[in-house]
């Protein structure tokens, strides 16, 4: 039996959406998605409002809403609250250091920095439709250079400040981008990150870059080529701070990212201007029941979609106030999270899983010495979260009151897609909620087959467009057609799978490549994890399959422990009891291998295709390792490895 946790009173009181309304909302964007889109465009403020809502097909693809609408996505997110209250707190923003001051920029401010970068970047030959090429840290000037392309009708390319010079020279390349706008140097866990130095050493590989603009932020000494970098701070005082904003069609590009890289070679995913800022506007304020005056909190970084959608583009359309953060979880302290929030009075606070499992790792004390009281609202996105974890995040940080939104969505859909709303839905510790308004989940099978009714699971597809829609791959349609839309014909297909539990909610099972196959069994890599993480002595693990003579396939498990475990036989017999009696035997993994740490991505996932690898003594040829974290630990996992 599953714990579920019913709405709260605080959690309904004066909610956006209540039960009712969900089921009124989801029905009429399903049922009729004409009206219920017309309904929404308000939202935005427009140059030309829209007559065409959604305007798809998936075969051949071609997706397109609001076609016939112009707007300036950087007006919807400035202007318009800079208008009716220029001192409105658009970003607090907090640095790596603790002692460094907090800087607070307005709606005003913010409109004034992005008008005078706009014309910066105007003045170095950036026009409308070229790719900007962002790589910054945690700092209100990453946003500002996001909205000062979006001001321009510029296309920008956001690469996160912790990849290597060959990642962003791969996708400076990629997207043919021959602008950049970087800081001398970042921040985090009170190590310099020499941002600058890679640029210029991607610059060496990929030499089509014209022009670099370059932020002040730690005082490093950096190189500056003369002709094609200058200092922002130099230019600043000499452009204005007005900007007529290019009016832009609804279906031009607005930006490109690159996914995580958890599964390949990172794909460019498009989206386009009206589409996805509605979506990003329509998901933030409903999911997070965002209301006036609150303090927002995104720990990601920027360079995910999820600082693109949760950071800038969906608070700031919504005219909230958000906190950008530039450090780690765990320096100085591993209190650090906890202590910010108590320091701002955050209100609502979004993180991943795997930042959860760090901090748990800890223990409760960090968590217990800080007054988080102003928190409302507490959300995770990123991975499946273990029930585990759910459950400490919601006793522990939530004091057993507050609702959790864990969200599924991906780049590619621009936002959140399913999630229990707070004031609508029972949570349970694991699972993904329901869809939003307008989103039609499916599980099929191998065969493309539906498969009906609840307490079923397969490969989860999407059979309806939605506004946030990724519309390509940039450069690469081909790539984007046979991704998405090739395996089940005229479906969107996630590459996740899913289970549709006994009450209709939807809990994501894993990646459908890292399904493994017991016997004939299939089990998600997540149900094995959760089992894992259940135990007391655990605090992460990964599973994955390797070639079994006689069952198909085995399950190898990586495991690390909580600070201050220490490993055993007895200890790994222990855990494989712990699988057995929460799943059962056929579970039972045949290798357990303690690791002090795993391999991510730059955004905290796990890498399970390496461990794959590693497992089935593969290790010569791991693919793609762009976007892993940590090389090291690689090797280490290698040198370790039990299945010789
Ligand atoms: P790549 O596509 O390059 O392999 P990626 O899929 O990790 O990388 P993202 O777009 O950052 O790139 O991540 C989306 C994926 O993250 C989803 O498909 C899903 O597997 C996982 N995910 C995100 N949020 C959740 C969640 N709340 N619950 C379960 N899984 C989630
Ligand atoms: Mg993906």
Redesign the pocket.
Known sequence: MDDIYPVSAAAAAGTRCDAATYAAMHGQALADPDTFWRGQVDRLQWVRKPRVMGNWRWDPVNIRWFEDGVLNVSVNCLDRWAAADPERLAIIWEADDPAVPNRRLSYGELLGETCRMANALADMGVRRGDRVTITMPMIPEAAVAMLACARLGAVHSVVFGGFSPEAIAGRIADADSRFVVTADAGMRGGKVVPLKAHVDAALAIEPRVAAVLVVRHSGAEVAMVPGRDRWWHEVRGGVAKVSPPEPMGAEDPLFIL??????????GVLHTQAGYLLWANLTFETVFDYRAGELFWCTADVG??TGHSYIVYGPLSAGATVLMFEGVPTWPEVDRFWAVVAKHKVNIFYTAPTALRSLMREGEAPVERHDLSSLRLLG??????NPEAWRWYHRVVGKGRLPIV???????TGGAMM?PLPGAHPAKPGA?GFPFFGVAPALVDADGRFIEGNDVSGNLVLTASWPGQARTVYGDHQRFVETYFTAYHGLYF???GARRDADGQWW?T??VDDVINVSGHRLGT?EVESALVGHAAVAEAAVVGFPHDIKGQGIYAYVTLKAGVEGSDALVADLRAEVRRSIGPIASPDHIHLTPALPK?R?G?IMRRILRKIAENEHGSLGDVS?LADPAVVEALVAGRLNR
């Open positions: 690159y996914t995580s890289g958890s599964t390949g070679k990172p794909k995910w979609v995770t996105v990123g991975e499946p979260i864990d969200t599924w969505w991906q780049t590619e999630t993904a996630t590459g996740d994501i894993g990646r997540a991505t955004s996932k976007t």
